[in-house]
């Protein structure tokens, strides 16, 4: 990105194609009627030295640019790394399912884990939309929330060193963690605000991919660790959990705190003061007006439904087969391990032909995981099979279940990223994680199912939906098209037109 004739670039330039961003010391602008920002006084570069020092100058101030998004960069990787990590110290669909499934034997209970999580997360992010809109800068939200979380997690910790009875316990659990989710989907719409400024979208695929790579790295030590801490005669149920999470509290605490020291370009505001309702009208008019964004809507919400089958993976390994509880370090391994083969092959798939290709494949895969799944259950039955070795059936599952989660991410917020203009982008994202949370408090029935039908007839569910969400996912429009236009931002916006080539030098 070049500056010519001591321009300043506007806030929503400061991520060029080749991931340069404008420093806000070096885009102070004076404004003025009918006429472009311009540097002012000692800032300009011909005012403050003539022609030879306004070279200097810009040269200087484009090594800047690039240290500032190598910095970024780095930093956002790490973020990811360490987020990731901590994550296989409490993998939702198999250690807090297995926590929860030895409090209680109820498959109401133990399918409400991985819906809460994912409604915590996605539910709260509308409401926070409006309030983020009007900031230029969406860091501090960021903190706030990252902050409320690593103390729910803490408190967790010492609910369970501290309480014995079960049922108080899953009291506790489900309070604390609920709460820890919610402050996580509030600092997600910020996250990704923040993500969509400093890192350009032609590396973005790479950016997820690499933070997915090196924290699955990270990730099957964290396997061994969880495995290690379970099977230790020392630690007791529930100490070796509370260890587990204390550890995941550090290390989301560290994690967090590296996104705070990127530095975040100011960005668009609404000036105006916009309320909840106001907020939930305009809403309401993007769902009406907008068809692409409808379908990108029931495409997240089919993907969502279909993992109803997730937690009764281990819950099926734990019941079914036998599986011991150290088995969960060997899950999570071959989860991780197939999630490091498959990072970087997805991020560049992202990077060379887009999205909505990622969000099909990720559909066939997961829905081959399922048909695994029931060709495992038919197998146990029918044969009447027996033996120590049962639990290792379950590996093939969790590994193609462990290979779609980098495509997760690319499907997500990151391809709504592209469909959507920056002034509004807060508005989307949180209408989008809000109604997909909404849609997935219908997976709490996930245990009522497979109390009904069996494991059979619940991951036969799972084959149907993720079946459905690929052929939402083929209407969708790609983004990079030539000649695709993206939604406006007003009545006086014509859009910005797609991509008509794929930079993959980023």
């Not at 400061?14 to 009627?33: I, M």
């Not at 003539?50 to 970024?72: C, F, M, P, S, Y």
């Not at 970087?344 to 559909?363: A, E, F, K, Y």
């Not at 997760?408 to 949180?430: I, S, W």
């Amino acid at each position: 990105m070049s500056r010519k004739r001591g321009r300043c670039q506007t806030a929503d330039q400061t991520t060029g194609s080749r991931g340069t961003v404008v420093p806000l010391k070096d885009c102070q602008s004076e404004r003025r009627p009918g006429g472009a920002g311009r540097l002012s006084g000692a800032d300009h570069p011909v005012q403050s030295g003539g022609l030879a020092g306004g070279r200097d100058a810009v040269h200087e101030t484009v090594g800047i640019q690039k240290q500032e998004a190598r910095r970024n960069y780095v930093l956002g990787v790490f973020n990811g790394v360490a987020f990731r990590f901590g994550e296989a110290l409490i993998d939702p669909p198999l250690v807090l399912t297995w926590f929860v499934s030895t409090l209680t034997s109820s498959n109401f209970l133990i399918s409400l884990v991985s819906p809460l999580g994912m409604v915590g997360w996605f539910l709260p992010q509308i409401f926070v939309s409006a309030p983020l809109q009007r900031m230029k800068r969406k860091k501090p939200m960021y903190i706030l929330a990252t902050s409320a979380r690593t103390v729910a997690w803490l408190l967790l910790v010492a609910t369970l060193w501290l309480v014995a009875d079960p049922v108080l316990l899953l009291v506790g659990f489900f309070t604390l963690y609920t709460l820890a989710r919610v402050a996580s989907g509030t600092g997600g719409l910020p996250f990704f605000d923040i993500i969509a400024k400093i890192i350009p979208t032609r590396r973005r695929g790479t950016f997820f991919g690499l933070r997915q790579l090196l924290g699955g790295l990270l990730g099957l030590g964290g396997a061994w660790i969880v495995r290690a801490v379970l099977a230790d005669p020392a630690l007791p149920f529930p100490h070796g959990h509370a260890v587990l999470f204390l550890a995941y509290a550090c290390v989301t605490a560290v994690s967090a705190a590296a996104m705070a020291s990127t530095r975040e370009p100011p960005g668009v505001a609404v000036r105006e003061t916009v309320t909840l309702r106001q907020q939930l009208g305009r809403a309401r008019q993007l769902l009406r007006g907008k068809s692409a964004f409808r379908r990108y809507i029931l495409a997240r919400g089919s993907l969502g439904l279909a993992a109803i089958s997730l937690p009764f993976y281990a819950v099926y390994a734990k019941d079914v087969l036998g599986a011991p509880e150290a088995m969960v370090g060997v899950y999570i391994a071959v989860r991780i391990g197939a999630s490091l083969l498959f990072n970087l092959p997805w991020g560049r798939l992202s990077d060379l032909r887009g999205n909505r290709l990622v969000m099909r494949l990720m559909c066939l895969a997961r829905g081959l995981a399922v048909l695994l799944a029931i060709g495992v259950v038919a197998l146990v039955e029918i044969a009447d099979l027996q033996g120590d070795w049962l639990p290792y059936l379950a590996l093939p599952i969790f590994f193609l279940e462990g290979a779609t989660v980098p495509a997760y991410m690319l499907v997500g917020n990151n391809f709504l990223l592209e469909m959507v203009p920056e002034g509004e982008r807060p508005l989307y994202l949180g209408l989008s994680s809000t109604l997909v949370g909404i849609i997935l408090l219908l997976t709490i029935g996930g245990g009522l199912v497979a109390d009904l039908v069996g494991f059979a007839g619940l991951f036969a569910l799972s084959l149907v939906l993720y079946v459905a969400a690929y052929g939402l996912a083929t209407s969708l429009p790609e983004p990079r098209d030539a000649g695709w236009r993206r939604p406006p931002v007003g009545p006086g916006d014509p859009g910005q037109e797609g991509a008509r080539s794929v930079d993959v030098t980023g």
